[in-house]
């Protein structure tokens, strides 16, 4: 039986008690002894059935409690570590407003404020950190060269690099004889960073479009304007004011071999050129974009 049926069996027991109890009083208005105990049993079932109501009522509190789960459910992908909000130039509302006062020459006072996270020497009004991955990304699809170069990233604009400027040799040693020592010498190579830059003039119906990918075409453009720009410095860069080249005439690989003629080149001095380059060839290629 149910709570709602056990509540409504004590309510008709209780209205019955009560008219049991105006119809069986005498002239003095008191019950025989008969009626007395009558009147004791409906009311014994009245309390018993509320005794059973409220045990029912603490079962069932009981068994919604205990269905409870023991762990809170996973509404999400699961992290390898704490995810931290993310604060300065990679916040959502930086890079939100950023885009924002791209689309128009006159933003509102809460744009400007918004951009002003951080201070201009810790990078403050750069562009947010996804956009610049994005550019980085793109560069190197535009650029072979920086795909087969090591990229070095420096907080500063210079980097001191060690080198081994000569090196030692082996000698043939009679049993028991002394070794003799050949040490090598260590020199230091310093790469500065160089700036290479461009500009791109938007109309202001594309800048007011907001179905146009603004972000995709800035990138897609920066990368191959600043990708060609750097390939061809990577090569034949002089390091006047850009990266020094592989190819340089001052300062650039070293020539393997000299051909006796400039306009016939022979099968074996190919061969010849071939074997005289180390496999693995370094140049001087410092570029800060």
Not at 50 to 76: C, F, H, Y
Request: net charge negative.
């Amino acid at each position: 039986m149910t709570i709602l049926e056990l509540r409504e069996k004590r309510a008709k027991a209780w209205e019955a008690a009560k008219a049991f109890l105006d119809s069986h009083r005498n002239d003095k208005g008191v019950l025989s002894a008969e009626d007395d105990a009558a009147y004791t049993r409906m009311e014994q079932e009245i309390t018993d059935l509320g005794k059973e109501i409220s045990r029912m009522e603490r079962r069932e509190a009981l068994d919604a409690q205990l269905n409870l789960p023991v762990n809170q459910p996973l509404t999400g992908k699961p992290l390898n570590g704490r995810e931290t909000a993310k604060t300065g130039r990679a916040a959502d509302e930086y890079r939100q407003n950023f885009w924002n006062m791209m689309r128009s020459k006159t933003p509102m006072p809460q744009v400007v404020n918004a951009l002003q996270i951080g201070t201009d020497s810790e990078g403050g009004y750069l562009v947010p950190d996804e956009y610049e991955r994005t550019l980085v990304e793109a560069l190197e699809e535009e650029n072979v060269f920086r795909q087969l170069a090591k990229v070095i990233r420096t907080s500063s604009g210079d980097r001191k690099i060690p080198v081994v400027a000569t090196k030692g040799t082996a000698s043939w040693i009679d049993e028991e004889g002394a070794y003799l020592e050949s040490d090598d010498s260590f020199g230091q190579v310093s790469i500065g960073a160089y700036k290479v830059g461009t500009m791109i003039k938007v109309s202001e119906e594309l800048l007011n479009d907001s179905v146009f990918d603004l972000e995709a075409y800035i990138s897609r453009e920066f990368a191959r304007r600043i990708g060609a720009k750097e390939e061809e410095a990577f090569f034949t860069g002089d390091g006047s004011g850009k990266p020094l080249g592989v190819l340089a005439a001052t300062g650039g690989a070293e020539t393997g071999v000299t051909a006796a003629s400039a306009t016939a080149i022979t099968a074996d001095e190919l061969i010849d050129l071939f074997y005289s380059l180390k496999a693995h060839l370094t140049a001087e290629m410092p570029c800060g974009c």
